[in-house]
């Protein structure tokens, strides 16, 4: 009777995990569904690259701040293959893809960005199964095709578009950034058990404004630009929301669900870009696009049972 006990408290011990684990990475899909939008607006009046170099270097000098009131140790201990892991992080995982991904929200429209970001959870599942060796089961390839005719139909937008006007360069340098994105969870989950959240996004955020910083003096007219209204509150907003809080959630999600799981859950993101789009930039969706959409989320759930039964 009492292993019996100890048995149901190990379960829903369990699932109060799984359910924290949910709740937080649902927290940051929500968040970098807005930063779908809240990127386009800021790279419509900044250069991309200067975006990018602000994001990742005021973010990270805040969440220091927040180090600093908390006491927690900027300095932990890791081992080499960590730091190697953080660099990783930093710089594939993090600057290359937010520049990508800024750039690319410039040349197209929020709601087709913030679809196409979805390929993330593609990525990550086959890092996971290449990084981690997981084995893929036939269902995996039945959600990779799911996700990669969704994300076709939702670039098409229209039936009427020819194939080659609808693939635009942005779109392009939005899935690098969402590869990008979707590597990065396997460094990020191999950090989660070995260093603090709020630490590891520092370290993560500086690294990559120290990579980025060299390329602000290449580009032409980076310093260049018109601080508008819109300007001071949306930039703002979206160093706070995307790499403040929502890597913070991002790490500490990724402490309880393993690394499929969280992109599994993170392809719920269309549906925040969409109705952020909707609400700040009045945006248009299609038909087209809403089966698109739905095709990537059927993807995602076929993925996330298929890795769920597997793990089994």
Not at 86 to 113: D, E, F, H, N, Y
Not at 161 to 186: C, K, N, P, T
Request: charged share 10%; proline share 3%.
């Amino acid at each position: 009777m009492y292993e019996r006990a100890e048995k149901v408290q190990d379960t829903l011990k369990g699932i109060n995990v799984k359910a924290r684990g949910f709740i937080l990475t649902l927290l940051t899909t929500c968040m970098f569904g807005l930063g779908a939008v809240l990127g386009k607006i800021v790279a419509a009046d900044m250069q991309p690259m200067l975006v990018s170099f602000l994001d990742l270097f005021v973010g990270g000098i805040l969440l220091g701040i927040i180090l600093l009131i908390a006491k927690i140790p900027l300095w932990p201990q890791l081992q080499k293959t960590d730091w190697v892991n953080l660099w990783l992080l930093a710089v594939i995982g993090t600057a290359l893809p937010l520049v990508c991904i800024v750039t690319g929200l410039a040349q197209t429209s929020a709601i087709k960005g913030g679809f196409l970001l979805q390929m993330q959870g593609l990525i990550t599942v086959i890092c996971a199964i290449i990084f981690l060796r997981e084995r893929m089961a036939w269902k995996h390839f039945g959600g990779i095709a799911c996700l990669l005719f969704g994300s076709l139909l939702v670039i098409i937008k229209n039936l009427d578009a020819s194939l080659w006007e609808a693939f635009s360069r942005g779109d392009l340098l939005i899935v690098a950034g969402a590869a990008g994105l979707g590597y990065s969870m396997i460094p990020a989950k191999k950090l989660s058990i070995r260093i603090h959240s709020l630490p590891l996004n520092v370290w993560r955020l500086l690294l990559g404004a120290i990579v980025l910083l060299p390329f602000l003096f290449i580009q032409p007219h980076t310093f260049t630009f018109t601080l508008t209204s819109t300007l001071l509150w949306a930039l703002p907003v979206y160093i706070i929301t995307n790499f403040c809080i929502g890597y913070i959630t991002l790490q500490e999600g990724l402490r309880f669900l393993k690394a499929w799981e969280s992109a599994a859950i993170m392809q719920t993101m269309p549906i925040f870009s969409t109705i952020f789009a909707i609400l700040l930039l009045h945006d248009t969706i299609s038909w087209l696009q809403i089966v698109g959409g739905a095709i990537i989320l059927i993807g995602g759930f076929i993925l996330a049972r298929a890795s769920e039964a597997n793990n089994k």
